[in-house]
């Protein structure tokens, strides 16, 4: 067996989700038909991360294993021209030892979620941002969302079909930035680093941020909606269209051949 | 009679194109209807810039005069209220004199071209960029356009169809700029401004520049083209997803009321 890593770009909007289901197209089955296709193998494509309906990724990592030799540019080129004209594109593609699975060896997770603030709705970025209209202080946000990192239970922010053993994550780093774009109106990036997160975590982030940076929630209100580890404690969950899967990463090791 | 600047935002994929046109949607007849929608009045919208098909806008501008007292708040909000859900935004208003004309009393205009440039299609961008898969020097293009800028008969740019009385414009910047995106592929950004523009112009330029770009022509040969006065001297025309309209530019006194 070779086994490849993808690095796969996708506009999730057409889609039920990364993961491959009965009531609708998903990125996995995209890939799989655009394997099958180049090969006529059929493969289980894994992914590190299970992306929601709506949410799209830059750079999600997943791999298969082909009983085809070739090389990783090869896979690449064909099953791009395979996948045409869907929304998914691999971006990249590597030979890995067959001891690299995305999911498991992955280490690191990061997302981006984007708010574009202005008053009118959006015309180009449409399923790509979430569009708020009240005025929002990202300094303030970025200030209580440093009361978010480190080791926590983060039930508060945990959707109920989550499928974790345990709530309790460590969040490397959120920041909250603003880009100003003239008349187009300003972006609130929310940035969020760890080695893996709840289900709709990031989302339910998003929610509570925006209450702080609408002046509704002080840092300490979040705060205590984080030690509360109730669900109902914390804000709603923004809209899937504003999430993107930025970088999974792996230690070294994971590239590595090892003698057995 | 109460005349309204507009600045205006458009996804133009789903479009013919600013102007109305009998054979699809406009822009234009978008923003007419949504107009008609809020108050009642057949106006009419006229724009700074007559994009094509698949040309978008971040900032077109565009009058329009309402019988009805209003302030231009309220234009905005209504009109971005019954443009829903089309790929249409009023971004900013304000209420102009009667002597202001969202095309003639324009000095400036400015565009921006993207291209991404990568291996892999693409997925999240695609009808929002040219896809160039040849690795493309910005350095040696940004230096090559720099023999455009000035006051020049820019025939060799110009499409067939062109109205404009003459090929002589004054070219007031051409920079070429490249954003490197990690696994996401680098960007290439054009960036043109001028008083005004023959018709494809920006998008001839950018199909010359990509000769640039891959080491197929220098920038002595962009020079000649120019010279040649002749449209078979220059490149292909590029693709019309990758345009922008950015800004245009208005002297102080268009805003001002004149006694009369």
Known sequence: ??????????????????????????????????????????????GAGRTDAGVHALA??????????????????AVNFHLKPAAVAVVAARQVPNSFHARFSAIRRAYLYRIVNR??????????????????????????????VGQHDFTSFRASECQAKSPVKTLDRLTVTQVDRGPSGSVIEIRARARSFLYHQIR?????????????????????AL????????????????LYLTEVGYPEEAFVETES
Not at 119 to 140: I, M, N, S
């Open 119 to 148: 008053r009118a709705p959006l015309a180009l970025e449409h399923g790509h941002a979430w569009f708020v209209p009240q005025p929002l202080d990202a300094a303030a946000m970025h200030e209580a969302a440093q009361g978010l």
């Open 60 to 77: 999600q990592s997943a791999h298969l294993d082909l009983a085809k030799e070739t090389s990783a540019d090869t896979v690449m080129a």
């Open 1 to 46: 067996m070779n086994r490849f890593q993808i690095i796969v770009e996708y506009d999730g909007s057409d889609f039920v989700g990364w993961q491959r289901q009965a009531n609708g197209p998903s990125v996995q089955a995209a890939l799989e038909q655009a394997v099958a296709g180049f090969c006529g193998e059929a493969v289980l494509v894994e």
């Open 204 to 224: 339910n982030f998003a929610g509570s941020l925006k209450l702080v940076g609408e002046g509704k929630w002080t840092a300490r209100d979040l705060r205590k």
């Open 227 to 242: 030690e509360a580890r109730d669900r109902a404690a914390a804000g709603p969950t923004a809209p899937a269209a504003g």
